[in-house]
Nanobody, 122 residues
């Protein structure tokens, strides 16, 4: 059974930094796109950043230049380095991974982490 285990959230002052980690565990053949989403109270979940392969990245406009997504394929882990944090970055952050479990059928499934709270105080 595949699980995504997140860590690294917390409370930080505006201008500070946090690093989120998300490790995928279980019987995995290959992980394609990995990403981070966030959901603030009363808001829809939105994509923050995604990474395909090791270097093909995509960012939501408001985090460009402040957040960096990266991954360690050997560890099936994705990271989100968040700098210059703002109060509007406050949300629950979820990692996502598109995973192929079986090379024989190549079916891909999307998995989600449990979410980690990031709170930025002004």
């Amino acid at each position: 059974q595949v699980q995504l285990v997140e860590s690294g959230g917390g409370l930080v002052q505006a201008g500070g930094s946090l690093r989120l980690s998300c490790a995928a565990t279980g019987n995995i053949f290959r992980i394609n796109v990995m990403g981070w989403y966030r959901q603030a109270p009363g808001q829809q979940r939105e994509l923050v950043a995604s990474i395909a392969g090791s270097t093909n990245t995509n960012y939501e406009n408001s985090v460009k230049g402040r957040f960096t997504i990266s991954r360690d394929n050997a560890k099936n882990t994705v990271y989100l380095e968040m700098n210059s944090l703002k109060p509007e970055d406050t949300a629950v952050y979820y990692c996502q991974a598109d995973i192929i479990l079986d090379s024989r059928n190549g079916l891909q499934f999307r998995y989600w982490g449990q979410g980690t709270q990031v709170t930025v105080s002004s």
